[in-house]
C-alpha cells in the first residue's frame, strides 16, 4: 500500500518561511510516473487545493498561494516539496500530500502562522 508522509510543519511567525516534506514509498510503479499534491485542510473546511506537480511536470497553484509557495520534487529520494514563504495567519492548517488520482493521502503536518 502506498504510504506518504509528510514532515516540516510547525509553528512559525507572520512572515516566515516553511518547507515541507512528503515521502512517498510502497509505490506500484517509478515514482517518476505519478503525479502528487498538496493540499491543506482547515478545522470545519473542505480541502483546498495548494500545488499538484503532474508527472509531466506540470504545475499549478491554488489561487491563493500568489507567488509565495513553490512545489517541487526530488524523483531519485521519493520526494515531494512544499515551499512556503510570506506565511500569513490564514495559511494556519494541516498541509496533506496525496498521490494524484488515487485514494492515497498522508496524515498530513500541522502548519501554525502566528500574527
Known amino acids: 500500500q502506498v504510504q506518504l508522509v509528510e514532515s516540516g510543519g510547525g509553528l512559525v511567525q507572520a512572515g516566515g518561511s516553511l518547507r515541507l516534506s512528503c515521502v512517498v514509498s510502497?509505490?506500484?510503479?517509478?515514482?517518476?510516473?505519478?503525479?502528487l499534491s498538496w493540499f491543506r485542510r482547515k478545522p470545519g473546511q473542505e480541502s483546498e487545493l495548494v500545488a499538484p506537480?503532474?508527472?509531466?511536470?506540470?504545475?499549478d497553484y491554488g489561487a491563493f498561494v500568489k507567488a509565495r509557495f513553490t512545489i517541487t520534487r526530488n524523483d531519485a529520494q521519493n520526494t515531494v516539496y512544499l515551499q512556503m514563504h510570506s506565511l500569513k495567519p490564514e495559511a494556519t492548517a494541516s498541509y496533506l500530500c496525496?498521490?494524484?488520482?488515487?485514494?492515497?493521502w498522508g496524515q498530513g503536518t500541522q502548519v501554525t502562522v502566528s500574527s
Open positions: 506537480i503532474r508527472r509531466t511536470g506540470t504545475i
Open positions: 496525496t498521490e494524484l488520482g488515487t485514494c492515497y
Open positions: 510502497e509505490l506500484a510503479s517509478d515514482f517518476k510516473s505519478v503525479g
